[in-house]
């Protein structure tokens, strides 16, 4: 019922930013909550964010707890993610997820996954 593409990765220097898009196709948009998820070389994909159809409700990993900021604008379709801080620990494949809620999407449970952007910070 819904396709994502995801943007604005890139390579960037220890303690800098990036803003990651994940646009959305589909009427029903604003029915989904969303979230943002990451898998570095070797690793176990991680969950990072999620936030609600509303907007009301929102969940960080406690490692980007402080630093990321997720957010959405349902008339454009659209979930963001703003990385401040970033470290090199943070490199990783993000990618973009819509599920039901915030509390099972947090588990990676989930509807439709994107095909990811790669985030690669430098020391």
């Known amino acids: 019922q819904v396709q994502l593409v995801e943007s604005g990765g890139g390579l960037v220097q220890a303690g800098g930013s990036l803003r990651l898009s994940c646009a959305a196709s589909?009427?029903?948009?604003?029915?989904?909550?969303m979230g943002w998820f990451r898998q570095a070389p070797g690793k176990e994909r991680e969950s990072v964010a999620a936030?609600?159809?509303?907007?009301?409700?929102?969940y960080y990993a406690d490692s980007v707890k402080g630093r990321f900021t997720i957010s959405r604008d349902n008339a454009k379709n659209t979930v963001y993610l703003q990385m401040n801080s970033l470290k090199p620990e943070d490199t990783a494949v993000y990618i973009c997820?819509?599920?039901?809620?915030?509390?099972?999407?947090?588990?990676?449970?989930?509807?439709?996954w994107g095909q990811g952007t790669q985030v690669t910070v430098s020391s």
């Open positions: 997820a819509a599920g039901a809620k915030v509390a099972v999407i947090k588990e990676g449970v989930v509807g439709t």
């Open positions: 589909g009427r029903t948009f604003s029915s989904y909550a």
């Open positions: 936030i609600s159809w509303s907007g009301g409700s929102t």
